[in-house]
T-cell receptor, first 113, second 111 residues
Framework: NAGVTQTPKFQVLKTGQSMTLQCAQD?????MYWYRQDPGMGLRLIYY???????DKGEVPNGYNVSRLNKREFSLRLESAAPSQTSVYFC????????????FGEGSRLTVL | QKEVEQNSGPLSVPEGAIASLNCTYS??????FFWYRQYSGKSPELIMS????GDKEDGRFTAQLNKASQYVSLLIRDSQPSDSATYLC???????????FGKGTLLTVNP
C-alpha cells in the first residue's frame, strides 16, 4: 500500500521554466492538499481539493495552478518558476469528515535558480 | 487570518523525562486539533488528534485541550532519543477543509 506518492522527489529549475508536481493517493480519500514548507515558516497551504472536481486556494496560491485529475490524482503546476518558489512541497490526502487527519507524501524538493 | 503559535525551541530534555509542548490558536471557532511529528528530512505524520476539552492519552503521548484558553499541549512521557523531531501543532475549524499549522517545536531528547 503506497499511500501518497509524489514525483519528482528532487528538481532544479531555472527562473521562468515551468514544471508540474504529480501526486497520487491510493487510500480512496476525498480531499487532497498541496503544502510548501520553508525554514522558519512552517507548512503553508497552497491549494486544496475537497473532492473530485473542486479546487480552492489556500494561504499562498500565487504563482501556482492545480488540477484534480480524478479522485486519486492532484497535480501542482508552476507556470513560470521564481527563486521564491524554492521550497519543499508536500502533497497530502484526507478522508471524508477527518479534515485534519492527513497523510503526507515524502515531499518534493524544488530549487529555482 | 487564523494563527497557530508554538515555541520554536529547541526544547531539550534528558532521556526518561517528560517533554511538554505547547500551542495556542487565535480562532475561537476551531474545532479539531492535531499533533504531527516530523523527523528531519521526512514528511509530517499524525500522532495525536483531540476534539473536546480535557486529556487524551495514547501510549506515552497525552494531548490536552482547553478551548476556553485556546490552548493545546502535548506531553511525552518517558522521552526517548527516537522522539527527537519537530512537533507541529495543527488546527482546523468548522466545515472548511483548511488545516493551519504552527511553525513547529524542535525537540531533542538527550541520552
Amino acid at each position: 500500500n503506497a499511500g501518497v506518492t509524489q514525483t519528482p522527489k528532487f528538481q532544479v529549475l531555472k527562473t521562468g521554466q515551468s514544471m508540474t508536481l504529480q501526486c497520487a493517493q491510493d487510500m480512496n480519500h476525498n480531499s487532497m492538499y498541496w503544502y510548501r514548507q520553508d525554514p522558519g515558516m512552517g507548512l503553508r497551504l497552497i491549494y486544496y481539493s475537497a473532492s473530485e472536481g473542486t479546487t480552492d486556494k489556500g494561504e499562498v496560491p500565487n504563482g501556482y495552478n492545480v488540477s484534480r485529475l480524478n479522485k486519486r490524482e492532484f497535480s501542482l503546476r508552476l507556470e513560470s518558476a521564481a527563486p521564491s518558489q524554492t521550497s519543499v512541497y508536500f502533497c497530502a490526502s484526507g478522508g471524508q469528515g477527518a479534515t485534519g487527519e492527513l497523510f503526507f507524501g515524502e515531499g518534493s524538493r524544488l530549487t529555482v535558480l | 487570518q487564523k494563527e497557530v503559535e508554538q515555541n520554536s525551541g529547541p526544547l531539550s530534555v534528558p532521556e526518561g523525562a517528560i517533554a511538554s509542548l505547547n500551542c495556542t490558536y487565535s480562532d475561537r471557532v476551531s474545532q479539531s486539533f492535531f499533533w504531527y511529528r516530523q523527523y528531519s528530512g521526512k514528511s509530517p505524520e499524525l500522532i495525536m488528534s483531540i476534539y473536546s476539552n480535557g486529556d487524551k492519552e495514547d501510549g506515552r503521548f497525552t494531548a490536552q485541550l482547553n478551548k476556553a484558553s485556546q490552548y493545546v499541549s502535548l506531553l511525552i512521557r518517558d522521552s526517548q532519543p527516537s522522539d527527537s523531531a519537530t512537533y507541529l501543532c495543527a488546527v482546523s475549524g468548522g466545515s472548511n477543509y483548511k488545516l493551519t499549522f504552527g511553525k513547529g517545536t524542535l525537540l531533542t531528547v538527550n541520552p
